[in-house]
């Protein structure tokens, strides 16, 4: 029953024009463009100057990635659905309320997948290098899908539908700008890195440009702030989502 409805909502995110928008059409784009065209100078955080743009940004759009599938797209669906009452019908159906979020969860992974497979490959066509320990890279993406997951479940189980869609894409956007995914965080005042350094698309995209762009061993402070994320917002979600 899991698997069956994991490839269900699979495929309703994939079927959703605006979801695939967010997932797979932005995220691509943000990475051909900032690596091709010298919009947002990132020469002084790439090994080979502004020509290995691509260097600093495809962990970066890596992270994106997950922030768009774990947060931004699954918080709007599971919001619309407890609103028109999906949720409370699948809840009295013979699949768990578990197993439910466990085939969100799949659901999630697999999309997540088919991302970071369509990105590498734009990126190695642009002339990425990466470098690094791939156990490092799985485990900063899992602790990563985790917290914005959890943040996700959080806001679409307590807010309204249509409080819902604008924060999520709010926040988005404002993470986008402001986490390190496309603008080097030394671009901005020393007082608004302190906080920015604690968000999780900071951590994400920081950790995974340490581990692809600079080959270090995995970042543990980054890996701290992900794991504290991840189990505040699994707990809160866990704690205050409602079904109706």
């Known amino acids: 029953m899991i698997a069956a409805q994991t490839a269900l909502e699979t495929r309703m995110l994939l079927r959703n024009g605006e979801q695939l928008l967010l997932t797979v059409v932005i995220p691509a784009l943000l990475l051909s463009v900032f690596a091709t065209v010298d919009i947002v100078d990132v020469s002084g955080d790439t090994a ?19 922030l768009s599938t774990a947060f931004t797209g699954q918080a709007i669906a599971t919001g619309f659905e407890r609103r028109y009452g999906v949720l409370k019908r699948l809840g009295a159906s013979p699949l768990p309320r578990w ?11 697999l999309t997540e997948i088919l991302q970071i497979a369509l990105l590498t490959a734009i990126a190695y066509a642009l002339g990425w290098s990466p470098h690094g320990s791939p156990a490092a890279v799985l485990l900063l993406l899992l602790l990563g899908t985790a917290a914005f997951s959890g943040l996700g479940l959080l806001m679409a189980g307590t807010l309204r539908a249509e409080a819902t869609l604008a924060a999520a894409n709010l926040v988005f956007i404002l993470l986008l700008v402001g986490g390190g995914v496309i603008v080097p965080l030394d671009r901005f005042p020393e007082a608004a890195r302190a906080v920015l350094d604690l968000l999780p698309i900071t951590a994400l995209s920081d950790g995974l440009r340490d581990v692809l762009q600079h080959g270090s061993a ?27």
């Open 218 to 244: 995995l970042p543990w402070g980054d890996v701290g702030v992900l794991a504290v994320w991840a189990v505040l917002g699994l707990g809160a979600a866990a704690r205050f989502f409602r079904w109706e």
């Open 48 to 66: 080979g100057g502004s020509g290995r743009a691509v260097d600093f940004l495809a962990p970066g759009v890596l992270a994106l990635a997950v």
């Open 99 to 109: 197993a439910l979020m466990t085939a969100k969860t799949g659901s999630v992974l």
